[in-house]
């Protein structure tokens, strides 16, 4: 019987895996370099006197500005030396690490695709993707190999798909399709662009966007898994990132994808585009497959975690019940929701340093950035928070007795804005956990 | 092959439905250019023109002042200040492009104003008016302490004409000097090359017109609005203990009209009224087709209304009102934070324009 694990140990040509280290090695070196050009270490990770925590991560801070910048500096290096495959194991840890502890220092930045990168990462720490076109192969500080298990291969397909076919079946909802909305809303500004600027604001626009959104991000991988729909499938990609990144402001990130997403590619393809560069035909193999063998169960049983872990945390909202997810965004993030709700919001805090009606009127701006503050009016996670740091400021101050409330307001794809948390609330009671949140309005 | 089919069929049924649906209703069309443009040429160049003008005549009143110190002149002196200071409130909104190249609001009205700082001033007569440090000391704030010593004319004329009285009109024609120097900045960066720039800036990304627009009234409507002319007097950020001295022109007690005088300038402005009368109003009423209840515009319109009336409701000024009315005060400002709501979350979500001023990815 061929079993499943056969085909994933199954012996590959390297290319495919190689190439897609070269190609994230040079997405990463660009928006990195991007990153710190845009003055971004310094207005996301140094200027703000505070910042918003990850569950669980609490323990994450940032550092002061030298040392901020020299990290910055080391990840950037990391992402060179993961590019030509020089100390490849230790620039790919050190460069998970790096990039995972910037993303941790504030919620605030949280973007899917941040994720994508440090979950790519992650995978990559894993696979022999220095093992060949690299400098520690032509210094010998591996053996060069001419094969490599499909499962390396296969892993970086599979969370491609992942992410394309979580965001779209994310989009299977009833704002996104009968209403399409938020695209209604987010299209009909852009009637400037020039041919298709008239149709912008027309219902009809939003309509064929929103379903052909959500039907490309379903059936993407499967149409660049398979020889005969693949250019068709890439065609797609290019259109599709090149739109949102026309009307959308997303940096890099279509650019990001456009890249990774070559990997569906064949091996040929790859070998050609390697070849460009060095040819491969003079590297001499000392394949050795036997070593290798010994690993396959517990290969196994990490990869089948992995997989797992993939296919259902994205999932976990659907542990809370009666949880409307856009309102409150319970198992939002990690769940590759890209662009799907538009959502505005207002809040303003008012400390009662006495616990009775006394009151002190907060002006945010002098707590938090001008992004801060907007990630902080919608999300009830991010409002706790806020409201922690001002009550525990205020208690040194006055005392237990300070009480924080807060005066939200939101509106999702369109409809007329709604207090959000219940009115009198002492967010100071509230615990900032898992559980169902039960101090919204409903 | 069969997603090809699926996206086939799907497309060919949408343009079915496209062409079917346009023959039935015609949309209207709405040209942003339009709007911006009646923004930039009939609405805002307009505004500093007419404040460029004021401060012209306040410039007179100030230099006949000087040469003949008399009750007169002083009054004049005081009638045109208060006509600049108004035309100012109808300003206030527009702190973007060059007035915000200027800092013309730091310049124009930053209060309440340090008056130790400002008799120093004037004791030592060497200044820069233009420093950082001096920017409570500065502009229509200062001009009110100076102008204002006291309600009565004939006391106010003895004390500018006692002490120190030519440093004084030095002062009170170098703040004016300052004022007319970023107006005029302003209004010429705004006739020079800003202006086409901002006619046809009609994307929604920072930066563009609207973009623009819609921040500056947010930012100003929250923190000079709610905050500066009304929050922070009524006590809201000192546990109910109110602050009269904080009030907006709190020397010269004119701070409700000149409240009275921003709302409805403001409501003007959203409403883009001009002699072509294309503003936000009509931009959300062309994108907001799908209304369950009331329009948008209207309710802002309405919110606009009911703001004046408990204004209305107020006796002048409101440094007196926040502790003799306190409740009728509050009132006032409970309407205003829906202001906020209705502008910052409703509108900017319906314009889809960043409400921030950090340049960042989205996702």
């Given at each position: 019987?061929?079993?499943?694990?056969?085909?994933?140990?199954?012996?590959?040509?390297?290319?495919?895996?190689?190439?897609?280290?070269?190609?994230?090695?040079?997405?990463?070196?660009?928006?990195?370099?991007?990153?710190?050009?845009?003055?971004?270490?310094?207005?996301?990770?140094?200027?703000?006197?505070?910042?918003?925590?990850?569950?669980?991560?609490?323990?994450?801070?940032?550092?002061?500005?030298?040392?901020?910048?020299?990290?910055?500096?080391?990840?950037?290096?990391?992402?060179?030396?993961?590019?030509?495959?020089?100390?490849?194991?230790?620039a790919i840890v050190l460069f998970?690490?790096?990039?995972?502890?910037?993303?941790?220092?504030?919620?605030?930045?949280?973007?899917?695709?941040?994720?994508?990168?440090?979950?790519?990462?992650?995978?990559?720490?894993?696979?022999?993707?220095?093992?060949?076109?690299?400098?520690?192969?032509?210094?010998?500080?591996?053996?060069?190999?001419?094969?490599?298990?499909?499962?390396?291969?296969?892993?970086?397909?599979?969370?491609?798909?992942?992410?394309?076919?979580?965001?779209?079946?994310?989009?299977?909802?009833?704002?996104?399709?009968?209403?399409?909305?938020?695209?209604?809303?987010?299209?009909?500004?852009?009637?400037?662009?020039?041919?298709?600027?008239?149709?912008?604001?027309?219902?009809?626009?939003?309509?064929?966007?929103?379903?052909?959104?959500?039907?490309?991000?379903?059936?993407?991988?499967?149409?660049?898994?398979?020889?005969?729909?693949?250019?068709?499938?890439?065609?797609?990609?290019?259109?599709?990132?090149?739109?949102?990144?026309?009307?959308?402001?997303?940096?890099?990130?279509?650019?990001?994808?456009?890249?990774?997403?070559?990997?569906?590619?064949?091996?040929?393809?790859?070998?050609?585009?390697?070849?460009?560069?060095?040819?491969?035909?003079?590297?001499?193999?000392?394949?050795?497959?036997?070593?290798?063998?010994?690993?396959?169960?517990?290969?196994?049983?990490?990869?089948?975690?992995?997989?797992?872990?993939?296919?259902?945390?994205?999932?976990?909202?659907?542990?809370?019940?009666?949880?409307?997810?856009?309102?409150?965004?319970?198992?939002?993030?990690?769940?590759?929701?890209?662009?799907?709700?538009?959502?505005?919001?207002?809040?303003?805090?008012?400390?009662?340093?006495?616990?009775?009606?006394?009151?002190?009127?907060?002006?945010?701006?002098?707590?938090?950035?001008?992004?801060?503050e907007k990630m902080m009016s919608?999300?009830?996670?991010?409002?706790?928070?806020?409201?922690?740091?001002?009550?525990?400021?205020?208690?040194?101050?006055?005392?237990?007795?300070?009480?924080?409330?807060?005066?939200?307001?939101?509106?999702?794809?369109?409809?007329?804005?709604?207090?959000?948390?219940?009115?009198?609330?002492?967010?100071?009671?509230?615990?900032?956990?898992?559980?169902?949140?039960?101090?919204?309005?409903? | 092959?069969?997603?090809?089919?699926?996206?086939?069929?799907?497309?060919?049924?949408?343009?079915?439905?496209?062409?079917k649906k346009d023959k039935e209703?015609?949309?209207?069309?709405?040209?942003?250019?339009?709007?911006?443009?009646?923004?930039?040429?009939?609405?805002?160049?307009?505004?500093?023109?007419?404040?460029?003008?004021?401060?012209?005549?306040?410039?007179?009143?100030?230099?006949?002042?000087?040469?003949?110190?008399?009750?007169?002149?002083?009054?004049?002196?005081?009638?045109?200040?208060?006509?600049?200071?108004?035309?100012?409130?109808?300003?206030?909104?527009?702190?973007?492009?060059?007035?915000?190249?200027?800092?013309?609001?730091?310049?124009?009205?930053?209060?309440?104003?340090?008056?130790?700082?400002?008799?120093?001033?004037?004791?030592?007569?060497?200044?820069?008016?233009?420093?950082?440090?001096?920017?409570?000391?500065?502009?229509?704030?200062?001009?009110?302490?100076?102008?204002?010593?006291?309600?009565?004319?004939?006391?106010?004329?003895?004390?500018?004409?006692?002490?120190?009285?030519?440093?004084?009109?030095?002062?009170?024609?170098?703040?004016?000097?300052?004022?007319?120097?970023?107006?005029?900045?302003?209004?010429?960066?705004?006739?020079?090359?800003?202006?086409?720039?901002?006619?046809?800036?009609?994307?929604?990304?920072?930066?563009?017109?609207?973009?623009?627009?819609?921040?500056?009234?947010?930012?100003?409507?929250?923190?000079?609005?709610?905050?500066?002319?009304?929050?922070?007097?009524?006590?809201?950020?000192?546990?109910?203990?109110?602050?009269?001295?904080?009030?907006?022109?709190?020397?010269?007690?004119?701070?409700?009209?000149?409240?009275?005088?921003?709302?409805?300038?403001?409501?003007?402005?959203?409403?883009?009224?001009?002699?072509?009368?294309?503003?936000?109003?009509?931009?959300?009423?062309?994108?907001?087709?799908?209304?369950?209840?009331?329009?948008?515009?209207?309710?802002?319109?309405?919110?606009?209304?009911?703001?004046?009336?408990?204004?209305?409701?107020?006796?002048?000024?409101?440094?007196?009102?926040?502790?003799?009315?306190?409740?009728?005060?509050?009132?006032?400002?409970?309407?205003?934070?829906?202001?906020?709501?209705?502008?910052?979350?409703?509108?900017?979500?319906?314009?889809?324009?960043?409400?921030?001023?950090?340049?960042?990815?989205?996702?």
């Amino acid at each position: 019987m061929k079993s499943i694990a056969d085909i994933l140990f199954s012996q590959k040509k390297y290319y495919t895996l190689v190439f897609f280290r070269v190609i994230f090695g040079i997405v990463t070196l660009v928006s990195s370099v991007r990153f710190l050009m845009k003055g971004w270490v310094n207005e996301l990770y140094i200027q703000p006197s505070f910042h918003f925590k990850y569950y669980g991560f609490d323990w994450i801070h940032a550092v002061d500005s030298y040392e901020m910048y020299a990290l910055f500096g080391l990840m950037i290096a990391s992402s060179v030396f993961i590019l030509l495959g020089l100390f490849y194991r230790f620039a790919i840890v050190l460069f998970f690490l790096l990039f995972t502890y910037f993303e941790l220092i504030d919620l605030t930045n949280y973007l899917n695709h941040y994720y994508f990168v440090s979950l790519m990462t992650f995978v990559l720490i894993f696979l022999p993707a220095n093992c060949n076109f690299s400098l520690d192969a032509k210094f010998h500080f591996v053996k060069r190999r001419q094969l490599v298990p499909a499962w390396t291969i296969g892993i970086i397909v599979f969370q491609l798909s992942i992410v394309y076919f979580y965001a779209g079946l994310a989009k299977l909802n009833y704002d996104w399709l009968i209403e399409a909305n938020p695209l209604k809303i987010w299209l009909a500004p852009h009637t400037n662009l020039p041919l298709i600027g008239r149709f912008m604001d027309e219902p009809i626009t939003a309509y064929l966007f929103s379903w052909g959104g959500a039907i490309f991000d379903l059936s993407v991988p499967f149409l660049l898994l398979f020889k005969k729909t693949r250019l068709l499938g890439y065609a797609l990609v290019v259109l599709f990132h090149s739109v949102t990144s026309m009307l959308f402001p997303i940096g890099v990130f279509p650019f990001v994808m456009m890249a990774c997403t070559l990997v569906f590619f064949s091996q040929n393809f790859h070998k050609k585009i390697l070849n460009y560069f060095s040819n491969t035909s003079n590297f001499i193999y000392s394949d050795d497959p036997s070593k290798r063998v010994k690993s396959k169960s517990i290969t196994l049983v990490f990869l089948t975690l992995f997989v797992v872990f993939q296919l259902l945390f994205p999932l976990r909202y659907l542990l809370y019940t009666n949880n409307d997810l856009f309102y409150t965004e319970q198992g939002y993030r990690f769940s590759w929701r890209v662009m799907l709700m538009e959502k505005a919001g207002y809040a303003s805090f008012n400390i009662h340093p006495f616990g009775d009606e006394r009151s002190i009127a907060i002006s945010n701006s002098d707590y938090l950035t001008p992004q801060q503050e907007k990630m902080m009016s919608t999300q009830p996670d991010f409002i706790l928070q806020y409201a922690h740091y001002l009550g525990n400021i205020f208690r040194k101050e006055y005392g237990d007795k300070v009480e924080v409330k807060a005066d939200v307001f939101v509106a999702i794809n369109g409809k007329p804005s709604q207090r959000y948390v219940k009115k009198g609330v002492d967010l100071m009671r509230i615990k900032n956990d898992l559980n169902p949140i039960d101090w919204l309005e409903k | 092959m069969k997603s090809t089919k699926i996206i086939f069929f799907l497309s060919v049924s949408l343009s079915v439905l496209s062409c079917k649906k346009d023959k039935e209703e015609v949309t209207e069309e709405f040209n942003k250019k339009e709007m911006l443009t009646n923004y930039g040429n009939n609405i805002i160049v307009p505004a500093y023109e007419e404040l460029e003008l004021a401060i012209s005549n306040l410039e007179n009143a100030v230099s006949n002042f000087v040469s003949v110190s008399n009750s007169a002149n002083l009054q004049t002196l005081r009638n045109n200040y208060l006509t600049a200071y108004l035309q100012w409130q109808n300003c206030s909104f527009m702190e973007f492009g060059p007035s915000e190249n200027y800092t013309l609001k730091t310049i124009c009205n930053t209060y309440p104003v340090d008056t130790s700082l400002i008799n120093s001033n004037i004791s030592s007569g060497s200044y820069v008016l233009g420093s950082a440090s001096n920017t409570t000391a500065i502009g229509f704030p200062a001009l009110d302490f100076l102008l204002f010593p006291d309600s009565s004319l004939s006391l106010a004329l003895a004390t500018i004409n006692g002490n120190n009285a030519a440093n004084k009109k030095q002062y009170i024609t170098d703040l004016v000097q300052q004022i007319k120097a970023g107006v005029n900045s302003t209004l010429s960066s705004w006739r020079g090359s800003y202006l086409s720039s901002f006619n046809t800036s009609d994307g929604n990304g920072q930066g563009s017109s609207l973009s623009e627009i819609v921040n500056a009234i947010n930012l100003d409507f929250e923190k000079f609005t709610r905050d500066g002319k009304i929050g922070i007097p009524l006590g809201v950020r000192s546990l109910g203990t109110a602050l009269p001295e904080k009030t907006e022109s709190f020397y010269s007690k004119n701070s409700l009209i000149l409240f009275k005088e921003s709302i409805l300038g403001l409501k003007n402005y959203f409403n883009g009224t001009s002699s072509s009368n294309i503003g936000l109003d009509d931009y959300l009423n062309h994108l907001n087709d799908n209304n369950e209840t009331a329009r948008l515009s209207e309710k802002i319109n309405n919110q606009f209304d009911l703001i004046l009336q408990k204004a209305e409701v107020l006796s002048d000024p409101i440094s007196i009102a926040v502790t003799t009315e306190q409740a009728n005060v509050q009132a006032l400002y409970d309407e205003l934070q829906k202001m906020i709501v209705l502008l910052k979350v409703d509108m900017s979500s319906a314009l889809s324009v960043l409400i921030t001023y950090q340049d960042n990815d989205g996702d």
